[in-house]
């Protein structure tokens, strides 16, 4: 079952939300190239919000997304978004059923 999470991230001003946006750019990057386990890894803008970024990932299992923190690329990340931001929440996610390249039920 695919293991995912949604992360809504608060920049301190519009100017620190376009370099937390970099930020993550530079993450991606190593993301794509060297996480096969991480399958959707997006980041979002919110219309009308613009100092607000909302994260969406989803991994193939626990596993998969444990592997992703461990990276390089990913804990350069972790360590440099706190200069960007007023705050962050995020939300574990299970799948239960759905369509995309987790779904293993095939919807009910």
């Given at each position: 079952?695919?293991?995912?999470?949604?992360?809504?991230?608060?920049?301190?001003?519009?100017?620190?939300?376009?370099?937390?946006?970099?930020?993550?750019?530079?993450a991606?990057?190593?993301?794509?190239?060297?996480?096969?386990?991480?399958?959707?890894?997006?980041?979002?803008?919110?219309?009308?919000?613009?100092?607000?970024?909302v994260?969406?990932?989803?991994?193939?299992?626990?596993?998969?997304?444990?592997?992703?923190?461990?990276?390089?690329?990913?804990?350069?990340?972790?360590?440099?978004?706190?200069?960007?931001?007023?705050?962050?929440?995020?939300?574990?996610?299970?799948?239960?059923d759905?369509?995309g390249?987790?779904?293993?039920g095939?919807?009910?």
């Open positions: 079952m695919g293991f995912g999470l949604v992360v809504r991230f608060v920049a301190r001003d519009v100017t620190a939300a376009h370099a937390f946006d970099e930020l993550t750019r530079e991606l990057e190593g993301i794509r190239a060297k996480e096969p386990g991480t399958l959707i890894y997006v980041n979002h803008a919110v219309p009308d919000e613009p100092r607000v970024r994260f969406y990932e989803l991994y193939a299992d626990r596993e998969a997304f444990e592997e992703h923190e461990r990276q390089p690329h990913v804990r350069r990340f972790l360590s440099e978004r706190g200069q960007y931001l007023e705050s962050f929440e995020v939300t574990f996610l299970d799948e239960i759905g369509k390249p987790a779904a293993h095939g919807g009910r």
